[in-house]
C-alpha cells in the first residue's frame, strides 16, 4: 500500500495554544449532550455510504472527550480524548486518515483498536467552525486497512461543510430565540411598567349617564358595587349605574388606591375608617352640621388576607 500523503500536527501537541478560545466557540452552539437530530444523523449515515465503511462518526471534542453527536455502527456516545483520533484529525489541514492503527503508535492500544470494535481504518474531515476554529471531526471507520479514493475524501469534505452550514444555522436559531425571548421580557417589563403607571396615575373616569357622559375624581368614590349586569359606583355625594362588570372596573381604577374585598365590592383604601369582623367600614360624608354614619361593606373571606396585606398594621 502506498504511502499517504497528509498533513499531520505535532504529535506532542495535544491540545492548541488557544485550546480555552476554541472551546468558548464550541460552548456557543449549545450542542454537546443534546439528544439526536436527523439531520447529523443522516450527514454520519452519508458519510459511511460514500467512504463505503460500516461505522461513522460525527464527533465534537470538549476539553477532556470526545463526544458523538450522531454514529453509525457503533454504539458509543463519547470517549476520552487521550489517544482519540479525532483530537489529531481536528487539527489537520484537510482528511486525516490512518490506514491501518495497529500499526500506529500512537492508536494502537486504543479501545476502539483493541476491543469487540476492531477499528483498523479512520478518516475524518475537521469541523472549522466561522471563527476558524475546529470543533471536532465528521469521521469514518472500518475494520480493514484501506485508504480512501480521491472522490471520497472530497465527498467526505463536502460532508463535513454540510455538518458546519447545519451547526451555524441551528447556532443561529437558537441565538435568535434567545434574543426573541429577551425582547418578549423586555416588552412585557415596558407595558406592566407602563400599564401600572397608567393605573397609579389615573385620577378620574368617565361614566355614561342617559345621553352625556360625566367626569368622576377616583378621589370621590367611596366603593363599586356589583348589581347584576350593572354596576354602581358610590361617590360622597351621589351614585352611578352604568353597564359593565366588576373586572371591568377593576382594570380602569388606580390598583394603588383601590381593593376588591367581595366579590360584589370594591372599595377605595383610604375611606376605610374601621375593619369589625367581616365588614370594612367607609367614611361618612359630612353635610353641614350632620355627619352620615359609615358605610359598612361585606369582606368576602377569600378577599381579606389581601386586603389586610394592604393596610398598614401597626
Same mark, same amino acid.
Given at each position: ?9 505535532? *504529535?506532542?501537541?495535544? !491540545? ?39 461505522? @461513522?462518526?460525527?464527533?465534537?471534542? *470538549? ?9 453509525? +455502527? ?9 489517544? @482519540? ?9 484537510? &482528511? ?16 476502539? &483498536?483493541? #476491543? ?6 479512520? @478518516? ?7 471563527? +476558524? ?32 452550514? !447545519? ?17 418578549? #421580557? ?23 349617564? *342617559? ?5 368622576? @375624581? ?15 359606583? !358610590? ?6 349605574? &352604568? ?44 353635610? +353641614? ?19 389586610? +396585606? ?5
Amino acid at each position: 500500500m502506498k504511502s499517504l500523503k497528509r498533513t499531520t500536527p505535532d *504529535d506532542s501537541a495535544s !491540545h492548541q495554544a488557544n485550546e480555552e478560545e476554541r472551546l468558548e466557540v464550541l460552548q456557543s452552539y449549545n450542542i454537546l449532550d443534546t439528544d439526536p437530530e436527523q439531520v447529523f444523523n443522516d450527514l454520519a449515515q452519508l458519510a459511511a455510504i460514500v467512504c463505503d465503511t460500516p461505522m @461513522a462518526l460525527l464527533c465534537l471534542v *470538549d476539553g477532556e472527550r470526545q463526544w458523538f453527536k450522531a454514529q453509525v +455502527g457503533l454504539e458509543v456516545t463519547q470517549g476520552s480524548r487521550e489517544y @482519540a483520533f479525532c483530537q489529531y484529525a481536528m487539527q489537520a489541514p484537510d &482528511v486525516y486518515e490512518v490506514a491501518d492503527a495497529t500499526v500506529d503508535a500512537r492508536f494502537a492500544e486504543h479501545p476502539l &483498536v483493541t #476491543g469487540d470494535s476492531n477499528i483498523r481504518f479512520y @478518516a475524518g474531515a475537521p469541523l472549522v467552525a466561522h471563527e +476558524g476554529k475546529p470543533l471536532g471531526v465528521l469521521c469514518a471507520l472500518d475494520t480493514v486497512p484501506r485508504e480512501l479514493t480521491t472522490d471520497q475524501r472530497e465527498a467526505l469534505r463536502i460532508l463535513a461543510r454540510q455538518v458546519m452550514a !447545519h451547526l451555524e444555522l441551528r447556532r443561529t436559531r437558537l441565538q435568535l430565540e434567545d434574543e426573541r425571548q429577551k425582547l418578549n #421580557g423586555i416588552l412585557r417589563m415596558a407595558n406592566n411598567s407602563g400599564e401600572a403607571l397608567y393605573n397609579t396615575s389615573r385620577k378620574e373616569i368617565f361614566v355614561k349617564q *342617559d345621553q352625556r357622559l360625566v367626569r368622576i @375624581a377616583t378621589a370621590d368614590l367611596q366603593y363599586v358595587e356589583a348589581l347584576g349586569d350593572y354596576v354602581n359606583l !358610590h361617590t360622597i355625594r351621589e351614585r352611578f349605574t &352604568v353597564y359593565g362588570t366588576m373586572k371591568d372596573l377593576e382594570t380602569k381604577l388606580p390598583g394603588r388606591d383601590f381593593a376588591r374585598v367581595h366579590r360584589k365590592y370594591i372599595v377605595r383604601l383610604d375611606r376605610i375608617v374601621a375593619i369589625e369582623a367581616d365588614m370594612a367600614l367607609l367614611d361618612g360624608v359630612r353635610e +353641614g352640621s350632620l355627619v352620615r354614619a359609615p358605610m359598612r361593606v361585606p369582606i368576602g373571606s377569600s378577599y381579606r388576607a389581601g386586603l389586610l +396585606g394592604r393596610l398598614i398594621l401597626v
